[in-house]
């Protein structure tokens, strides 16, 4: 009996031990997961610094609101709602479009 019990006790103390790893996996999972979330905004964010500091020198050069590919000017609409825009809706839709299907080279446009 006493045996049993200390059996008992040890493999009741190795399913402790069991539960505080898996949380700690759960834990390092998440913690993966924010990473990832974290990188994946900094990444959006530095992108739309990009996008901002573009329009910036659009402004500088007189080019500001015309589309950079088709070259007619972005609705002006759009531009208040994305004031570093630089493509119509059209023709960004068009990048989007290109964007979703070749995720290996997001290059900006030249
Ligand atoms: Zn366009």
Redesign the pocket.
């Known amino acids: 009996m006493t045996m049993r019990e200390a059996i008992v006790g040890q493999s009741r103390g190795r399913e402790d031990i069991w539960i505080v790893q898996s949380n700690e996996q759960i834990e390092t999972v998440q913690l993966a997961g924010q990473r990832e979330f974290a990188a994946r905004t900094l990444e959006r964010e530095t992108k739309n610094l990009t996008q901002i500091d573009a329009a910036l020198k659009r402004i500088d050069n007189g080019e500001f609101g015309i ?1 950079l ?2 070259e ?1 000017a972005i609705a002006p609409k759009r531009l208040a709602a994305l004031p570093w825009a630089g ?2 809706l ?2 960004q839709e068009l990048h989007d479009a290109r964007e979703a299907t070749d995720t290996v080279e997001p290059q900006m446009a030249a």
Do not use: L
Request: charged content about 40%; aromatic content about 12%.
């Open positions: 589309c590919d088709c007619e493509y119509c059209r023709c």
